[in-house]
């Protein structure tokens, strides 16, 4: 008999483990293992926001609902004329920008300089190593 009442409390341990588990990795605003972890000073202890995040997020983080329509364009679309005029001023560019490529590789085809010819003077002595043990 000692053997069932032994098992019938690790079982109910187990399960009661099992379920302080599951609360403690719940991630919502109520959470009463981690609520009674913290008030006894065993849990994480919370700092306050600072200012400049404070400041800088929305007090209210609601999601987009589903299903609705998309918000107007702050800019309406662009005519047809509108759109005509901006690809000629981008060929324009692009020309202007093919004609300065072109000019760049033409001033790159000149020919290398011809390296300086240095005129044979045999009228000097060959040097010789300073630390040479021949004499002259």
């Known amino acids: 008999m000692r053997t069932k009442h032994h098992s019938i409390r690790r079982v109910s341990a187990v399960s ?3 379920v302080a588990v599951g609360l403690a990795g719940c ?14 000073g065993a849990g994480p202890q919370t700092a306050a926001t600072p200012d400049f995040v404070a400041r800088s997020r929305p007090t209210n983080l609601d999601y987009m609902p589903i299903a609705t329509p998309a918000p107007e364009r702050p800019t309406p679309a662009r005519t047809a004329e ?3 005029a ?3 001023e981008l060929e324009a560019l692009r020309s202007r920008n093919e004609a300065a490529g072109a ?11 011809e390296p300086i010819k ?3 003077n045999t009228s000097q002595q060959t040097r010789q190593k300073t630390n040479s043990k021949r004499t002259p």
């Open 16 to 18: 009661l483990a099992m």
């Open 27 to 40: 991630n919502g605003s109520f959470n009463p293992v981690r609520d009674v972890a913290t008030a006894v």
């Open 82 to 84: 509108e759109i005509k």
């Open 86 to 88: 901006a690809e000629a």
């Open 103 to 113: 000019a760049a590789a033409e001033l790159g085809k000149t020919p290398p300089p």
């Open 118 to 120: 240095i005129p044979a």
